[in-house]
C-alpha cells in the first residue's frame, strides 16, 4: 500500500515562499506520475501541478504558472512543491497525489486519475 505524507506547509506573507515535499513509501517510483492539488474552505479540490515520473516533463494550473515549480528526486522518492510570489488566494489546503501510468503528463490535471492520496498541509498567507 502506498503511504504519500506531505510536509512544509505553515503560515507565510503574501510575497513569500514555501516549499511542499511529499514522501511516497510502499511501492517503486517508475512509472507513477505524481501531482499536486488545493482545496480552499467552501471549494472544490483544484489541480495545482503535475510531474511526469521521470521528472523531465510538468504540467501547470494557470492560476499557478510562473510561480510555481514542481519537481521530484526519485532517489528520495520525494516530489516537492516550490511556491513563490505566494497570494492571499493560495490558502488552502496542499494534496500529494500519485499513481500508476504513463500518459502524457498534462493527462493527470484531474483528480479521479489518481489512485494515491496524502492527507494534505495547510497553507495559509497573510495579506
Known amino acids: 500500500q502506498v503511504q504519500l505524507i506531505e510536509s512544509g506547509g505553515g503560515l507565510v506573507q503574501a510575497g513569500g515562499s514555501l516549499r511542499l515535499s511529499c514522501a511516497a513509501s510502499?511501492?517503486?517510483?517508475?512509472?507513477?506520475?505524481m501531482g499536486w492539488f488545493r482545496q480552499a474552505p467552501g471549494k472544490e479540490r483544484e489541480f495545482v501541478a503535475a510531474v511526469s515520473w521521470t521528472g523531465d516533463s510538468t504540467y501547470y494550473a494557470d492560476s499557478v504558472k510562473g510561480r510555481f515549480t514542481i519537481s521530484r528526486d526519485n532517489a528520495k522518492n520525494t516530489v516537492y512543491l516550490q511556491m513563490n510570489s505566494l497570494k492571499p488566494e493560495d490558502t488552502a489546503i496542499y494534496y500529494c497525489?500519485?499513481?500508476?501510468?504513463?500518459?502524457?503528463?498534462?493527462?493527470?490535471?484531474?483528480?479521479?486519475?489518481?489512485?494515491?492520496w496524502g492527507q494534505g498541509t495547510q497553507v495559509t498567507v497573510s495579506s
Open positions: 510502499g511501492r517503486t517510483f517508475s512509472n507513477y506520475p
Open positions: 497525489a500519485g499513481t500508476k501510468g504513463t500518459y502524457r503528463v498534462s493527462y493527470y490535471y484531474t483528480a479521479n486519475r489518481y489512485a494515491d
